[in-house]
């Protein structure tokens, strides 16, 4: 079963990796398994044991039954708990059937409703405008400093 986990160190056995995630786990008050994976960041997916998802080696070894074509659901919405009674297993459909869109990017740019979809755009017109912006500059730049070098050559 251990196998079908992409990323995940040999040499772990169902034991070992039962013990090596619950050592890494702390209880919370709403009953959530919070996992502390590899980095600092918390409240994100966490890589553990290897560089497989704790969530994805959670299921195996406290639910068992995985199915590598289906994806692993937190019924509780904390990516980083590794609780078994939050975990499910679904179709990669009904994962993104839950999703929904913010109404602002990144940036805090409203987004437009693309008229052929009626859903939000997936790219914000005003940080790509941006982006050329800058790309357009750093280009100008560029060839400025070549024709500069260009004309000390010739010199």
Not at 17 to 28: I, K, Q, T
Request: glycine share 10%.
């Amino acid at each position: 079963m251990l196998s079908q986990l992409t990323g995940l160190s040999r040499h772990f056995t169902e034991e070992t990796l039962r013990a090596y995630l619950l050592d890494r786990s702390v209880r919370r008050d709403d009953g959530c398994l919070i996992v502390r994976g590899y980095g600092s960041q918390r409240g994100v997916h966490q890589k553990v044991a290897g560089r497989a998802w704790a969530h994805l080696t959670a299921y195996v070894v406290f639910v068992g039954g995985y199915d590598p074509g289906l994806d692993v659901h937190h019924l509780c919405g904390v990516p980083d708990c590794i609780e078994p009674t939050h975990l499910r297993q679904v179709a990669h459909a009904e994962t993104c059937r839950g999703r929904t869109q913010q109404p602002r990017c990144r940036n805090g740019h409203e987004r437009e409703i693309d008229p052929t979809t009626g859903r939000y755009r997936k790219v914000c017109r005003a940080c790509n405008s941006e982006a050329q912006r800058r790309w357009r500059a750093r280009q100008a730049a560029e060839v400025a400093a070549a024709r500069a070098a260009y004309g000390r050559q010739v010199s």
